[in-house]
C-alpha cells in the first residue's frame, strides 16, 4: 500500500514537474554557433560560477532553519566530523545547542533541511517514482545535487525497492556482474505501507499487521552532494544486528552513540577496536518488540559509516548512514521472522554455495613450517592423533620469494610428494595465493617470473589515475603491482596461473588473503596526488581517517571504476575470480576457496574466516558474534582461527577453543609464524583426547551439517544461528551470544572463561535433551530439573562441551573416520529427540550427493529424505532420488541405516521393534534393541545387515 503524510496537501501547491529525465537532443545549428557558445561558458560562465562557489553561495537567500525543540536523544549530528563551534555549525544552517547529556550532537539538524517534492508521485507498472528539488540551505562538503529522481518499487510481497538518485547524470552504482539483481515479481500483497511527506520529503515504511515502524526518515533529513549522502531512519526496537565487518563483542548492537566505519580493511580483530575490517556488509535485522524481524540493505560500495543513537524514550532508536559516493538504494525486507529476513536478504544479493563435503572436516594451518620436513612433521603428528582431520594448508612461506604461482624449490623441494601423500590418505591441500605480484621480472634462476610479464602485456593490473601504469605498493614480496579482478583479462590470466600452478602442486581448494587490497605503503611507492578523491571533504571514521592508509591511491583505475567506488568489491571481484579459476581447474568438483575480504554476495563464491585474531579468551568470544553476523550476511561457511593466531596460546585456552571450533561451521586451527605449535599433538594426552572426542562428535553430525549448507543454498537459511532466530518473541534469547544453534536442533553452550568447569546456559521454552557422543553412538537424556525458560548452571569439566538435542527434531549422523573420504563409506544413523506434544513427534531431514560436483542439485543427482517420527517409529521418505537410482557398492548414496536413538520415548518396558519398507516389516533382533527406561532412551544398533538403505523409504516401529 502507498499513502501520503497529511502535509503533502499542505506542502502540495507545486507545479508538476515530469519526472523522467530526456537527455537533450544534438544542437544541429553551425559549429561556428557551437564555438562561440562554447568559448562564451568558459570565458564567463565559469568563472562567475567559481566566484560565488567560492563565497559560499552568500549571495543566495537560506531559508531559516527550523530547530527541533525535543529530547536531545533525537538530534542528528550536523557536524559529524568533529570540531564544531556555534559559528561553524549555523553557518550550514543547522541547530546549535549544548546537550544536558554527553551524547547527543551540539550541532544538529534543522527539521526544514533536505528536499522537497515537486508535483506528485507517478505510478510505474511495479511502485512509483518521483522528482525531489533540494531546499534552499547552505551546503555541507560542495556538490550538492539540486534535483532527485526517487523510485519506489513493490517488488515483492515481504520486499520493498527504494532508489534516490540524481536523473541524467551516470554516478557510479555497483555494477550488475558484481552483484545481478533480482527482478520483481507480478502482483503483490505487501506486508508493508509506505507514507510519504513532501516538505520536507520523508518516508515510512509501517508492518500492516502492528503497525510497526520499518523505515522513517523524517528524523534526520535528506542530504544528497557529489561526495556525501546522508539519510536518517528510526528503528522498530533497539534489537539492531548485523552491519560489518567489525569486532562487536557482542551479537546485539550497543545503540549508545556508537558509529561504526565500512571501507574494507587490512585491520585484524585482535584488538577488538572499532575499526572497519576486512569486509563490507551495510545490512542490518531488527528483531520488533513482539518478536517481528525486519532488514534493511543499502547496496552501496563506497566508504561509508553508520552512527547508532537510543533516540527519546518515546520514539525509539536512530540509525544514520554517512556514504562518501554512489546513491542511495536500499532493500526493505519485512521477514517476519528473523530466518525469512535472511532468506529475503540472500535472493537479493545471491545464496551461499554449498562447500565441498570435505571443506566441513577439520583443517589445521601454519604460517611458517619452516621448510617440507616441518610440514611432514605436523601432519603425521595429527595423524598419530586419532584425531579426524580432511584438510592441510600453506602459508606463503611454501613460495619461492613469496611469489605468487611458484613454490619454493629449496625448502619445499618435495611438496609434491606431501601432497600426494595427503591425497593418498584421503586428505587435500590448500594453498594461499594473495593478490599482489611481484614486478620483479626474473626468478631466483634468472628465469622470467611469467606471471608478472604476462600480466603486464595483457593490462591486468590496477593502474594509477593515468589509466596506463601499474600503480605499485609493497606486500610480501617487495614491490608489487595488483591484478584487476574487475578486468575480464585478468580473470583469464589469474586462471591460467592457477591452472600452472595446479600442474606442479595439485591442490584441491584455494585461500585467498590480503586482498582488501592490503598495501603496507598507504597509497602507493609514490604516495598518491593530493585531490577529492583521496582526499574527499568527507572522510567516514575509518582506521586512520585516511582513504588511502594501507591501501591503493583511491584515483587508481579499474574496469569497473575508480579504486574508490570499488575498493571494498576488490576482495569480492578476486573472490569472484578464483571461483571460476577453480572450477576451470576442476570442472565437477565445488572444492573450497577461502577469502578475506567480502562483500554482500560473496557467499556465492567463497568461504570467509575472522582473520587475524589473537590467543587470548576476549578473541574466542567474540569469534560467536563474528560467526552469526556473517550467517546473517549469507557466508554460513565461516569460522575463526581455532586457538588464536597471534601470540601464544596456553593448553586451557587451545582445549576450550578446540571444543567450540569444532562447532565453527568453518573449522580449522591456525597460527602465526612467531607462536608455538598449537596443532592439537603438540599437547599432552589429555588435550588429544579431549580434541579428538569433539572433532569424533562433529563428523558424527556432518550429514547434519552439510543438510544445513543445502538449505542455505537453496533458501538462504542459517547454518549457525542465534537463539533468538529459533525463538524470537522470547525477550531472553535477543541478547544471547554465548551460546548459538546448529540450524533449529542443536544447541551449543562452550565454556569461554578461563579456569571455568560450569557453564549459565539459557534453555528457551521447549524440551531439551543433553547429548554425548560415547564410542560410537550418542547417549543423552532430557535436561535435569526445571530448566524451561530458564538459566541453569552445567557442570563442564576441561573435557567437555554441552550439547544439547531440541525435542522435536531429528538428526542424521554417521559414524566417524580419520577423513570425510572414509567417514562418507560409513552406515548412516538417526537421533530422534521427541517433543511433549500430544501425539509426541519429530521431523527432520537429509540432503545427500557425492560430496563434490557443482551441479548435483540441478542435474538431479542427490538424495533429498524426509524424516518423521512419532511415539510408535519412525519413518524415512525420499522425496528425491538420485538418476540414475544407486547400484551398489561404491555409489555415494548405497549406504544402510545402523544406528537410530529415540530420546524423550516412554515405554513401560524394551520393546518389540521391526523396520523394514512399508509392508515388508521384519523383526529386529533383541540383542539390537536397548532401552534405558530411567532415561526414556531407545537405543537401536548394528542394522546395517538389514538393508535398511537411505535411498529406500524405511519404516521402524516398535510396540
Known amino acids: 500500500m502507498y499513502q501520503r503524510h497529511d502535509d503533502e496537501e499542505e506542502f502540495g501547491g507545486q507545479g508538476l514537474v515530469n519526472p523522467e529525465f530526456r537527455p537533450r537532443r544534438k544542437n544541429n545549428r553551425p559549429m561556428l554557433i557551437l564555438f562561440c557558445l562554447v568559448i562564451v ?14 563565497k559560499g553561495h552568500a549571495a543566495r537567500h537560506f531559508i531559516t532553519p527550523q530547530c527541533p525543540k525535543g529530547d536531545p536523544g533525537d538530534r542528528v549530528d550536523c557536524y559529524p566530523e568533529g570540531g564544531a563551534t556555534q559559528t561553524k555549525c549555523e553557518s550550514r544552517g543547522c541547530c546549535w545547542g549544548q546537550p544536558a547529556t554527553q551524547g547527543p550532537p551540539s550541532c544538529f539538524y534543522p527539521t526544514n533541511h533536505g528536499y522537497e517534492q515537486v508535483g506528485p508521485l507517478v505510478q510505474t507498472p511495479i511502485g512509483w517514482e518521483g522528482t525531489l528539488r533540494r531546499l534552499n540551505t547552505p551546503g555541507m562538503y560542495g556538490g550538492d545535487v539540486e534535483n532527485l529522481q526517487i523510485d519506489i518499487a513493490l517488488e515483492q510481497d515481504y520486499r520493498l525497492h527504494v532508489r534516490v538518485f540524481e536523473p541524467g547524470r551516470r554516478r557510479y552504482e555497483v555494477p550488475h556482474v558484481a552483484l545481478p539483481r533480482p527482478a520483481a515479481s507480478g502482483e503483490v500483497s505487501p506486508l508493508y505501507n509506505v507514507t510519504h511527506g513532501r516538505h520536507p520529503v520523508t518516508m515510512k515504511v509501517t508492518r500492516i499487521s502492528t503497525g510497526a515502524t520499518i523505515f522513517d526518515t523524517s528524523v534526520g533529513k535528506l542530504t544528497f552532494a557529489d561526495q556525501f549522502l546522508s539519510v536518517s531512519t528510526r528503528l522498530a526496537s533497539s534489537n539492531l544486528y548485523g552491519l560489518g565487518e567489525h569486532v562487536h563483542k557482542r551479537y546485539r548492537h550497543d545503540l549508545n552513540w556508537k558509529t561504526w566505519p565500512f571501507f574494507t580493511r587490512d585491520s585484524a580483530p585482535a584488538t577488538g577496536s572499532t575499526d572497519n575490517s ?13 518478536g517481528n524481524a525486519n532488514g534493511i540493505f543499502l547496496l552501496n560500495s563506497n566508504a561509508m559509516e553508520v552512527t547508532l543513537q537510543p533516540g527519546s524514550p518515546n520514539s525509539g532508536p536512530i540509525l544514520t548512514y554517512r556514504v562518501v559516493g554512489g546513491v542511495l538504494d536500499f532493500y526493505i525486507f519485512l521477514g517476519p521472522t528473523p530466518e525469512n529476513v535472511v532468506q529475503q536478504y540472500t535472493e537479493v544479493i545471491g545464496r551461499p554455495l554449498i562447500p565441498a563435503y570435505w571443506g566441513l572436516g577439520f583443517q589445521l594451518s601454519k604460517w611458517f613450517y619452516n621448510n617440507s620436513q616441518g610440514l611432514r612433521d605436523v601432519i603425521q603428528r595429527t595423524r598419530a592423533t586419532g584425531i579426524p582431520y580432511d584438510v592441510q594448508y600453506s602459508d606463503i612461506d611454501y613460495m619461492e620469494d613469496r611469489k605468487d604461482f611458484t613454490y619454493d624449490g629449496n625448502a619445499y623441494a ?29 626468478r631466483r634462476d634468472g628465469t622470467p617470473y611469467l606471471p608478472y610479464q604476462t600480466g603486464l602485456a595483457h593490462g591486468v593490473f590496477v593502474n594509477t589515475s593515468d589509466g596506463r601504469t601499474p600503480i605499485i605498493g609493497t606486500v610480501w614480496p617487495t614491490d608489487s603491482v595488483f591484478p584487476d579482478f574487475t578486468n575480464p583479462h585478468a580473470q583469464i590470466w589469474w586462471a591460467d596461473n592457477c591452472r600452472d600452478l595446479h600442474k606442479n602442486i595439485s591442490f584441491d581448494g584455494l585461500w585467498i588473503d ?32 585516511m582513504m588511502y592508509k594501507g591501501t591503493l591511491c583511491m584515483d587508481a583505475r579499474q574496469i569497473w571504476g575508480k579504486h574508490y567506488d570499488v575498493h571494498s568489491l576488490y576482495g569480492h571481484s578476486m573472490a569472484m575470480a578464483t571461483r ?15 577469502t578475506r575480504s567480502s562483500f554482500a554476495g560473496t557467499g556465492k563464491h567463497a568461504s570467509h574466516w575472522l582473520g587475524d585474531n589473537m590467543a587470548n579468551w576476549e578473541n574466542m568470544q567474540w569469534s560467536i558474534p563474528g560467526i552469526l553476523e556473517f550467517n546473517l550476511f549469507g557466508i554460513p561457511h565461516v569460522g575463526a582461527d581455532i586457538c588464536g593466531f597471534g601470540g601464544d596460546t596456553t593448553e586451557e585456552l587451545c582445549q576450550r577453543w578446540m571444543q567450540l571450533g569444532a562447532f565453527y561451521p568453518f573449522s580449522r586451527n591456525h597460527n602465526t609464524m612467531d607462536g608455538k605449535p598449537q596443532d592439537p599433538g603438540s599437547f599432552s594426552q589429555a588435550m588429544i583426547d579431549s580434541s579428538r572426542d569433539v572433532m569424533m562428535t562433529r563428523y558424527t553430525l556432518l550429514p547434519y551439517l552439510y543438510t544445513l549448507f543445502y538449505h542455505a543454498h537453496v533458501t538462504g537459511a542459517t547454518v549457525a544461528r542465534p537463539l533468538l532466530h529459533e525463538f524470537p518473541a522470547d525477550e531472553k534469547t535477543w541478547d544471547i551470544d554465548g551460546q548459538f544453534l546448529w540450524g533449529r536442533g542443536l544447541l551449543i553452550s562452550p565454556v569461554l572463561t578461563q579456569g571455568a568447569t560450569s557453564v549459565d546456559a539459557y534453555f528457551p521454552d521447549d524440551i531439551w535433551y543433553n547429548i554425548w557422543y560415547d564410542t560410537d553412538h550418542f547417549m543423552g537424556k532430557e535436561a535435569d530439573g526445571d530448566y524451561r525458560g530458564k538459566t541453569v548452571t552445567l557442570d563442564t569439566p576441561l573435557n567437555k562441551i554441552n550439547l544439547h538435542f531440541r525435542g522435536g527434531t531429528i538428526i542424521p549422523t554417521q559414524q566417524s573416520a580419520n577423513s570425510t573420504v572414509y567417514s562418507r563409506r560409513n552406515p548412516m544413523g538417526l537421533l530422534v529427540a521427541l517433543n511433549d506434544s500430544n501425539p509426541a513427534g519429530a521431523s527432520g531431514d537429509l540432503f545427500w550427493d557425492d560430496g563434490e560436483s557443482y551441479n548435483s542439485i540441478l542435474e538431479n543427482k542427490f538424495l533429498h529424505v524426509r524424516f518423521t517420527a512419532s511415539a510408535n517409529g519412525v519413518n524415512c521418505i525420499p522425496d528425491t532420488s538420485p538418476v540414475p537410482a544407486p547400484s551398489p557398492p561404491s555409489h555415494w548414496a548405497y549406504l544402510p541405516y545402523d544406528i537410530i536413538d529415540v530420546f524423550g520415548l516412554n515405554l513401560p518396558d524394551t520393546p518389540t521393534v521391526k523396520a523394514g519398507s512399508p509392508g515388508n516389516l521384519r523383526d529386529v533382533d533383541a540383542g539390537k534393541v536397548e532401552y534405558d527406561k530411567a532415561n526414556k532412551v531407545l537405543h537401536l544398533h548394528d542394522l546395517a545387515d538389514m538393508n535398511l538403505w537411505i535411498f529406500g523409504q524405511v519404516q521402524v516401529t516398535w510396540t
Open 41 to 54: 561558458i568558459l570565458v564567463i560562465v565559469i568563472p562567475i560560477a567559481v566566484v560565488f562557489s567560492n
Open 278 to 290: 576486512y569486509g563490507q556488509h551495510p545490512f542490518y535485522m531488527c528483531v520488533e518488540k513482539d
Open 414 to 442: 618435495d611438496l609434491p610428494d606431501i601432497v600426494q601423500d595427503l591425497h593418498d590418505n584421503g586428505q587435500k591441500y590448500i594453498v594461499i595465493l594473495d593478490p599482489a605480484v611481484s614486478n620483479h621480472a626474473k
Open 514 to 545: 590480503m586482498n582488501e587490497p592490503s598495501n603496507f605503503d598507504d597509497g602507493s611507492k609514490s604516495g598518491c596526488d593530493d585531490n577529492n578523491w583521496n582526499k574527499p571533504p568527507y572522510v567516514p571514521a575509518i582506521q586512520g581517517k
Open 580 to 594: 571460476e579459476a577453480l572450477r576451470a581447474l576442476m570442472p565437477d568438483k565445488r572444492g573450497i576457496v577461502v
